[in-house]
């Protein structure tokens, strides 16, 4: 039985190529833009691409917002992906402070002109996993993935981090508690390894 997987739609995101991405690992993408709807689904994914600011407001007034953190609360699994991922912590400093939907104790800043790197961070960038986890499931050493940010996620509970990478210094790649996971990267075009990871969302690998 194929597993349906909700994408969360609430107007901003890269929503194709993830739910091509779904497909290929053998599941079944369905686009999800109404509260009442989310709680039909056993699995969810909070997409994103855009402002941090615009992201959370789109949320708030639709109500998707709290609708996610009460599938969350219930247990369900949720993976966040970049924009998604940031939108799990408590806040942005993107255009101003804004709040997120607080479910890490992290906050989005912005890589500092410090580092002297190239902002926006796009390409390749390798992994380091703090830990084994379920969406980590057949996965070694330190794979590469694909990056597209200029805002990093600075958890204040180093224990949530579960993977690392390097752009300038260290920073928060994957993070993960309970049945809640988020990657900075884009997993869809990140070739076999992203795939690996959303398949092992999809077969239930979680936590």
């Known amino acids: 039985m194929t597993n349906k997987i909700a994408i969360v739609d609430y107007g901003m995101g890269n929503l194709h190529s993830v739910a091509n991405a779904i497909v290929a690992v053998g599941g079944e993408p369905v686009l999800v833009d109404t509260p009442e709807a989310l709680a039909g ?4 994914i909070l997409p994103g691409v855009g402002a941090f600011g615009d992201a959370a407001r789109r949320l708030e007034s639709s109500g998707l917002g709290q609708a996610l953190t009460e599938q969350v609360n219930a247990g ?35 890589f500092p002109a410090s580092l002297k ?10 992994l380091e996993f703090t830990r ?9 050493g330190s794979p590469d ?15 949530d981090v579960l993977a690392w990478s390097d752009y300038g210094q ?4 994957m993070i993960a508690h309970d049945n809640v996971c988020g990657l900075q990267f884009h997993p869809e ?7 690996a990871m959303l398949k092992n969302f999809v077969e239930g690998r979680v936590c």
């Open 189 to 195: 075009k990140s070739q076999r390894v992203g795939l």
């Open 117 to 126: 790197v190239k902002v926006p961070h796009i390409g390749w960038n390798n």
């Open 76 to 110: 369900k699994p949720v993976m966040g992906i970049c924009l998604g991922m940031q939108l799990m912590c408590k806040t942005s400093e993107e255009g101003g402070v804004h709040h997120g939907l607080g479910w890490f104790d992290a906050h989005v800043r912005l």
């Open 41 to 44: 689904y056993e699995q969810l």
């Open 170 to 173: 260290p920073f928060a790649a």
């Open 145 to 159: 993935v694909y990056f597209v940010h200029s805002y990093r996620v600075e958890c204040d509970d180093p224990l």
């Open 132 to 140: 084994p986890h379920g969406v980590l499931t057949d996965l070694s």
